[in-house]
């Protein structure tokens, strides 16, 4: 909620800059003060976006977590056979190793999780 008034105060500030730039079309000014009004948006703004840059480390982390426990449910009641203990013959049990349960689901999780963070990264932080 707090980032949906912080987008409407933003909206609200832009729209009154708009709207002084098209009450004064004919100033030669205007395009200066515009940029001023801009640039002292922006500032009043940087710290709030410096926060949410932080921040999405933990939208990645919750989402690591909720997928290994998510792709974990999936081993345990599908007891895929690379999951299952195997007998002396190699065969496998219909038990499963819980050891290679959680190992599969936290290591597909954080391919799947790099894979979303690099495909989700400004391209112009590299």
Known sequence: MKNNLT???????????????????????????????????????KDKHEIMKKTSFVYYLIFFIILAIILYLIFFFFKFP???????TGTPTGEINQGKAV??????????????????????RW
């Open 103 to 124: 190992g599969f689901a936290v290591v597909i999780s954080l391919i799947v999780t790099v894979l979303a963070y690099l495909l989700m990264v400004p391209k112009n």
């Open 82 to 88: 690379f999951v299952q203990n195997r007998d002396l």
């Open 7 to 45: 987008l409407k105060m933003t909206t609200r500030r832009s729209s009154k800059v708009i709207d002084e730039l098209y009450a004064d079309e004919n100033d030669d000014s205007s395009s200066n003060r515009l940029k001023e009004r801009v640039s002292k948006v922006y500032e009043e703004n």
